[in-house]
């Protein structure tokens, strides 16, 4: 059946509805999900964890539980020779993911979970970042897209709600303001130096001199800098067949108590002359961050360089 006559998914971004039987969720089989499905989100100021969870035993996952937008259904059954993950999407709602965890017993269940696991958070990661990508899509800040277009050459999905604080030679500042919390978006572009130009120290330098030229604190000689008291995480990754360095860490304001998490992706221009950065951060000191940081994540992933 086509997505257009399901309804619309239930559960909040960032939940997960686990159907499984409640005793074996409070035991061992119920911790080895939990270690992959909820460890804690890498550089956040307070540990948040990657995913919340909500069990529900079998006899009890009715038509309201079964639009939920991400499920993980524990499918214990000893015809299942071989312990596996399948993959379903739009089964009762859309857009909806259903992973069922197929195992003879409890036991290859957590083997499962502790070979696997990790992919699977990653499989849920992925489509909650897809489902804010299609809604930044579809409300799209077109002028602010333009401009970046014509400044960076890149393309990058901008959603409604962000506009453009800072615009000057090579940076640019979009914020969008809540009363609880701001996300912030920066780009900016710098020289290519070699191989050094993607080590972390020469990231957390690129960052530091913008952020001190052109994200001032509240008060005199206050400016955003790393929190160097955690070093930031490096990984290498593809968005979008590109190549990035993709650098996770808390942010703080030198002279002034405020701070939060930032991710920052960095990559080379086609003319290997330049490199493009775009940054994302979150200050809310009364809110969790988590998802706030996860849609920047979203936006960011729709990075494309265009020459």
């Known amino acids: 059946q086509g997505t257009g006559s399901l309804p619309g998914v239930s559960g909040k971004p960032g939940e997960i509805l686990v159907v499984m039987d409640t005793a074996k969720f409070n035991k061992k089989p119920g911790l080895a999900i939990k270690k992959k499905l909820q460890r804690a989100q ?14 529900i035993p079998p006899y009890s996952y009715n038509k309201m539980f079964k639009r939920y937008r991400n499920i ?3 499918d214990i059954n000893d015809k299942y020779s071989k312990p596996r993950f399948a993959i379903r999407k739009n089964v009762h709602a859309h857009p909806q993911t259903v992973i069922n965890a197929q195992a003879s017993d409890y036991k290859s269940l957590q083997k499962l979970f502790a070979q696997q696991g990790e992919k699977i958070a990653e499989k849920f990661m992925e489509v909650e970042r897809k489902r804010y990508i299609s809604t930044y ?31 000057t030679s090579n940076f640019v500042w979009l914020d ?3 009363r609880d919390y701001t996300q912030g978006i920066l780009i900016y572009k710098h020289k290519y130096k070699g191989d050094k130009t993607f080590k972390l120290n020469n990231l957390m330098d690129t960052r530091n001199k913008f952020t001190k030229k052109y994200v001032p604190g509240p008060s005199m000689d206050s400016y955003m800098i790393i929190e160097e008291e955690i070093i930031p995480y ?7 067949g590109n190549k990035v360095a993709f650098m996770r860490g808390l942010w703080k304001v030198k002279n002034d108590f405020m701070g939060g998490p930032f991710i920052n992706v960095s990559a080379l221009k086609k003319n290997k002359k330049e490199v493009i950065t775009v940054d994302g951060f979150v200050y809310g000191p009364e809110v969790s961050k988590r998802t706030y940081l996860r849609q920047l994540e979203s936006i960011i992933y729709t990075l494309k360089l265009k020459e």
Request: a positive charge; zero cysteines.
């Open 42 to 55: 890498k550089a956040l100021p307070q540990a948040e964890p990657i995913f919340n969870l909500v069990n």
């Open 72 to 74: 993980l259904v524990v």
């Open 137 to 167: 899509r579809s409300m799209s800040n077109d002028g602010a897209m333009k401009r970046i277009k014509e400044k960076f050459g890149i393309e990058l999905v901008i959603p409604k709600g962000y506009r453009l604080a800072i615009d």
């Open 176 to 178: 969008h303001e809540t």
């Open 234 to 240: 490096l990984d290498e990754k593809t968005i979008n």
